[in-house]
């Protein structure tokens, strides 16, 4: 899965967004072993996917005029950031959000949304994934130099097995959201640890190998 599936899923389910939004939004999610992304990713894949149609774009002062068609509550949606605020510093956000790009998903937006999530969900990585080839040829390598990769590859599943863990706790509610996030953190809890098992032992192998 990409950035670009990423923010396709959350102008599908969530209507209208700016690129900042979007970044915190990422923040937010938690998605464990993903690194953070930066404002230029988000916005370099954002300007991808309006090359390919995926999404539209539109400022907040263009309304009626060039403005992205669609449910009413997304122009709502930039409508309340320009009525934010009064005063100087109102006035400030009222400029910020009129120099803001927003941005909709298209019809062919929402089909190629789903057709991603379709084929990566349907296709599992187990047989096709560039790990398992790595792996397999990791045994080219002399034994300390492989025992070096494992040993740093070990430390980063650390952080992805500690970050799981906390997100799993975090999400223990009994609301449903709340419930879908836990698990989605103990899949990534349990294949950390399956990952970490298999480099320790691979490496203690090499180890007593060499």
Known sequence: MS???FILSELYSGGLAYG???K???AAAR???WEGVSHGSVYRALARLREEGLVARYRPAARGAGAVEGPGAKSDSAEAFRAKG???KGARAKGAARNRKFYAITAKGKRRFEESLSGELAEPRTYRNPLNIAVACLKALPAP????LLELRRRRLSGHEALAAEV???AAGSDR???YERLAAERILMKARAELFFAASLADYLRGAG
């Open 3 to 5: 950035l670009k599936t």
């Open 20 to 22: 900042l939004e979007l």
């Open 24 to 26: 915190r939004r990422f």
């Open 31 to 33: 998605i464990v072993s």
């Open 86 to 88: 009064t005063g100087a």
């Open 145 to 148: 130099r492989a025992v070096a």
């Open 168 to 170: 799993a706790r975090e």
């Open 177 to 179: 959201s709340s419930a």
